[in-house]
């Protein structure tokens, strides 16, 4: 059974800092492409970064671009997304995905269609 599980949500005030991380199982994605979404309350769920397999090539939001840094590590499976700077704004579920052709494909990714797999969130809460 495949599984994407994020860890590292939490509480913090505004200015601080999280580390996501996504943990994947069940089959190896180092030749996907993963992103991270996220959802605020009463919005629509959204792109915030990707990353292609090899981790040579990243992507953001411009709401994430300058604070946010997506990085991976095939060896571990796993996909982080370290967040500074954050603010109010920022709180949403924020989901991990990963792409399903294992093509190693350069192309970026930012469409919630283009992602086969998906986590089940991890909640981050900025306080003013």
């Known amino acids: ?5 994020e860890s590292g949500g939490g509480l913090v005030q505004a200015g601080g800092s999280l580390r996501l991380s996504c943990a994947a199982s ?14 605020a309350p009463g919005k629509e769920r959204e792109f915030v ?3 292609t397999w090899s981790g040579t090539r990243t992507y953001y939001a411009t709401s994430a671009k300058g604070r946010f840094t997506i990085s991976r590590d095939n060896a571990k499976n796993t996909v982080y997304l370290e967040m500074n700077s954050l603010k109010p704004e920022d709180t949403a579920v924020y989901y991990c995905a990963a792409t399903s052709t294992a093509r190693r494909e350069p192309a970026i990714r930012y469409r919630e269609a283009e ?3 998906w986590g089940q969130g991890t909640q981050v809460t ?3």
Request: hydrophobic fraction near 40%; proline fraction near 0%; charge should be positive.
């Open 1 to 5: 059974q495949v599984q994407l599980v």
């Open 26 to 39: 069940g089959r190896t994605f180092s030749s996907d492409a993963m992103g991270w979404f996220r959802q």
């Open 49 to 51: 970064a990707t990353i």
């Open 115 to 117: 992602y086969g797999y």
């Open 126 to 128: 900025v306080s003013s």
